[in-house]
């Protein structure tokens, strides 16, 4: 057993979390924490089996990557399709989506460790669900009633995947440099059209598309003001296409599977999430969840490593016995261990921080606080 739940997974989810504080100011009620606790672990569980189940056949495919579909979209290899398929038969896509819309509103922590499990199994599958759950809860947050209960049930059902469309080719880092245009239509709507490149699981259905307002072009040309973040699909309502186009696929020295593409919009139209010319700031949010989700593939992967190196160490002989013996090869696989815990240590501890801010913001919204706990929330936030 390559045992994907690892013991300090347990050890957090058991020990070193306040599950009651925690989810009594997210729910702003007395919560049955064994009862929570317990879903959390099943979930966990059940990821940690699927994701062992993925690793040999990601192994022998990782060298197969994405490709163009005739509809202009992009799809990963066949591997990566079944796994994600058995994902989301068993509910285990967007899961940090709340429950109304059909997720587990999973803690930021519980789905670090999620991604964590699919990246130590195929890094190009965790591409797939953690832009999606990304992309999710970006809409979740600043989109409308009516647009959350258009698309989220379907992000987490896994019937749509979702991308974000920020990079041009005279805008990498400097998003201040975005052309890609939207045009406020009559009927409220917005019309965008431009370029997107190094767009990742860019053949998604939903986009969610950086675009510089038509009304304040100019003025707003070279600043990261005016920027309003557009959600896009990729089929109308009625099944048609709405003018978004993948081109062509990113040669990359690795994750294959996970489709990084060039992405036309040509009067593709969509609606605005959050207020307009104010996009960066709902961009940041996903972004800054994707720097920590990045950080929780590359300790997948030191995961991954560190058994397979262990593994050859004590298979590999030499002197009459195993190089795991040996006290130089020893040291390198202990000197492993250490600092995939110490990683690990390090993203635990951010992701906490980062839930207790969340469970703040949500008890600061409810409306049956004393004035000294919103005084102490407050000051706790």
Request: glycine content about 10%; proline content about 3%.
């Amino acid at each position: 057993m390559a045992d994907f739940f690892r013991p300090a997974m347990r050890l957090y989810l058991d020990e070193l979390i306040d599950w009651k504080t925690l989810l009594g100011l997210r729910r702003g009620e007395d919560v049955d924490v064994e009862a929570e606790v317990g879903a959390f672990r099943s979930v966990l569980e059940t990821t940690a089996a699927l994701a062992e189940s993925f690793q040999a056949t990601a192994r022998e495919h990782w060298h197969e990557a994405a490709t163009l579909t005739p509809d202009g979209g992009a799809t990963s290899p066949p591997h990566i399709r079944k796994a994600y398929d058995e994902l989301r038969k068993a509910g285990l896509v967007s899961l940090s989506v709340t429950e109304p819309y059909g997720g587990y509103g999973l803690p930021a922590l519980l789905n670090g460790i999620y991604l964590e499990m699919i990246s130590r199994a195929d890094p190009s599958l965790m591409m797939v669900v953690g832009l999606q759950a990304g992309a999710a809860n970006d809409i979740e947050k600043y989109g409308s009633e009516e647009i959350r209960k258009k698309w989220l049930p379907r992000f987490t059902s896994g019937e749509v995947e979702g991308c974000m469309d920020l990079t041009e080719p005279q805008a990498g880092s400097d998003l201040g440099g975005i052309t890609t245009r939207a045009t406020q239509l009559p009927d409220g709507s917005v019309r965008v059209d431009g370029q997107k490149i190094y767009i990742s699981n860019g053949g998604a259905e939903v986009h969610l598309v950086l675009a510089r307002d038509d009304a304040t072009y100019e003025e707003s040309k070279g600043t990261t003001n005016g920027l309003s973040l557009v959600l896009v699909s990729r089929h109308k309502d009625d099944g048609a296409a709405n003018g978004v186009r993948v081109t062509r696929l990113e040669e990359k020295l690795g994750i294959h599977g996970s489709a990084t593409c060039e992405v036309l919009f040509e009067g593709a139209i969509g609606t605005r999430l959050g207020e307009k010319g104010k996009g960066f700031r709902a961009m940041l949010d996903l972004m800054n969840a994707a720097r920590l989700g990045v950080a929780s593939q590359a300790l997948g992967l030191c995961e991954a490593a560190l058994y397979e190196a262990a593994r050859y160490a004590r298979q590999r002989e030499q002197f009459g016995r195993p190089v795991a013996e040996q006290p130089l090869v020893l040291t390198m696989l202990a000197k492993m261990s250490v600092n995939t815990e110490g990683v690990r240590a390090l993203l635990y501890r951010t992701y906490v921080l980062l839930d207790m801010v969340i469970s703040r913001e949500k008890a600061l919204l409810r409306d049956d606080l004393s004035d000294a706990e919103r005084a102490q929330f407050e000051k706790e936030l």
